[in-house]
């Protein structure tokens, strides 16, 4: 379902250039799903692919050794579901994204915008029983 005022870990983001906004907000946690849809900036309004764009999925920047040779074009869900464009109901249109996904979304003769999902904690239901300890090495590497 599509968030409501005042649900958890929705974020937004505004897209350059347009009047538009990038939406993520929470799939199936056990799936490690993230939704990601458009909405009208100055109300907030979902709306359905605002602009000429392509969605991919691509490797981390700092990690891209991990997620190689996973480029590949996103669709939306409907998409995916075979629904044509034009029977999608206004604002209802969805990208499935996983989270820790480094996306780009690319529009023609616009800067490409870069973004990847947030990463939610395991819930303890996936865990092992036994305890572990987890140590805190640092995510990226300074010298």
């Known amino acids: 379902r599509k968030p409501r005022t005042g649900d958890k870990l929705v974020y937004t983001r505004p897209t350059p250039d347009s009047k538009c906004s990038i939406r993520l907000f929470p799939g199936a946690q056990h799936a490690a799903e993230y939704c990601m849809d458009f909405v009208k900036t100055a109300t907030g309004q979902p709306v359905n692919s605002p602009f000429e764009f392509e969605l991919w999925s691509v490797p981390d920047p700092d990690t891209p050794w991990l997620t190689a040779p996973m480029i590949m074009q996103l669709r ?68």
């Open 76 to 143: 939306t869900a409907e998409s995916a579901h075979r629904i044509k464009q034009e029977d999608i109901p206004p604002g209802e249109e969805k990208f499935t994204l996983r989270d820790g996904q480094t996306c780009m979304l690319i529009r023609p003769g616009k800067v490409s915008i870069r973004f990847t999902v947030p990463v939610r904690p395991l819930s303890q239901t996936v865990l092992p029983d036994e305890e572990v300890i987890v140590l805190d090495f640092p995510k990226v590497a300074v010298a």
